[in-house]
């Protein structure tokens, strides 16, 4: 079975908090059930539209082979199964930078920033959620509503 480094239910609050800024892509503004994470998501809605309120499962994994073998770089649609396809998104990125803030009289918190092909993700709250999570690591994030 493939290992997730992170997996959550999120739901939409608010879509392009800051205006539109690009026709085809829209920043959605989601807040997780059970770890309690912010997440900040650029999603391809010409290709998989998105709503305030809408739940989503996320996870981000390391590799598509369901057996957990590491990726090879390549994707060929040779018919075999893989993680995508229990999933209705996903996009392959790079992991670019990941800090903590600490704030007097609160609980640190840790930042992700992940970036999808100019796609670009911010996932924020407690660092035990980043403990699997390297610096430079390329990942798949992976989507489907619920």
């Not at 999933?87 to 990125?93: F, N």
């Given at each position: ?28 503004e989601a807040r997780s059930e059970q770890s309690d994470m912010y997440m900040q998501l650029d999603v391809a809605t010409d290709i998989y539209p998105m709503s305030a309120g809408d739940k989503f499962t996320m ?88």
């Amino acid at each position: 079975m493939a290992e997730h480094l992170f997996e959550d239910i999120f739901e939409v609050h608010r879509i392009d908090p800051d205006g539109k800024k690009f026709d085809r892509v829209n920043r959605i503004e989601a807040r997780s059930e059970q770890s309690d994470m912010y997440m900040q998501l650029d999603v391809a809605t010409d290709i998989y539209p998105m709503s305030a309120g809408d739940k989503f499962t996320m996870v981000l994994a390391p590799t598509l082979n369901l057996d957990g073998t590491p990726d090879t770089g390549f994707y060929t649609q040779a018919g075999r199964k893989t993680l995508a396809d229990k999933y209705d998104y996903v996009m392959h990125g790079k992991l670019y930078k990941i800090s903590e803030e600490t704030k007097a009289g609160q609980l640190p918190k840790v930042e992700i920033y992940a970036s999808f092909g100019g796609l670009l993700m911010l996932l924020k709250g407690d660092p035990s959620s980043a403990a699997n999570l390297e610096l430079d690591q390329r990942l798949f994030l992976l989507m489907r509503k619920v």
